[in-house]
């Protein structure tokens, strides 16, 4: 028996995200250019998946997106997403979640969030398996001299999504 994962476009203005979702819950967002990253992905972490592309991605993803986007930081909908991954890989993500938005954290510093300074690879592979761009802010992580690196969407989305956040949090203040 298959699984089927619903692929649909999403128009941002950073260019098309691709949304994944399996019965109903997002299992991916990421930059269309990216396709190979989500197949390459999802395939390893859900077994006889049969694509679609089309239909619809679930309403609390492009509500928190659209908002986003328009400069408004939203509740995440976590409960709209199914992560799969590693234990590790999870308290990575969790770990992202609790960024602030508009701040940013280096990968030696997350991983000393996470009570292992020693984990810094494993750490920044964990965040490159992060399945949702975006709403699990990866963006957020950079090298330790504050320069930013390693963003599978590329530096110039990566810069503009730290630029955005931080410009919605000086209009908030």
């Known amino acids: 028996m298959s699984t089927q994962i619903n692929v649909v476009r999403y128009a941002s203005p950073i260019g098309k995200l691709s949304l994944a979702s399996i019965d109903g819950k997002l299992v991916h967002l990421d930059f269309e250019d990216n396709d190979d990253r989500l197949k390459t992905i ?26 986003y986007f328009a400069g408004t930081v939203g509740v995440l909908p ?10 590790f890989q999870k308290s990575v993500w969790d770990a ?8 940013s954290v280096s990968y030696a510093g997350l991983a000393d969030q996470l009570g292992n300074p020693r984990a ?23 090298g330790s001299n504050g320069t930013l690196t390693g963003y599978a969407g ?9 630029d955005h956040e931080a410009a919605m949090w000086a209009k908030a203040a």
């Open 120 to 142: 810094v690879r494993a750490v920044a592979r964990a965040n490159a398996l992060n399945p949702v761009s975006i709403i699990v802010p990866c963006h957020r992580v950079i």
């Open 96 to 103: 992202l979640v609790n960024i602030p938005s508009g701040q």
């Open 42 to 67: 999802q395939t390893r972490r859900f077994k006889n998946l049969e694509w679609k592309e089309g239909g619809a991605a679930p309403d609390p993803i492009t509500d928190w997106l659209d908002g």
């Open 154 to 162: 590329g530096l110039a989305r990566k810069k503009w999504l730290l």
């Open 78 to 87: 976590i409960d709209a997403i199914n992560m799969v991954g590693t234990p």
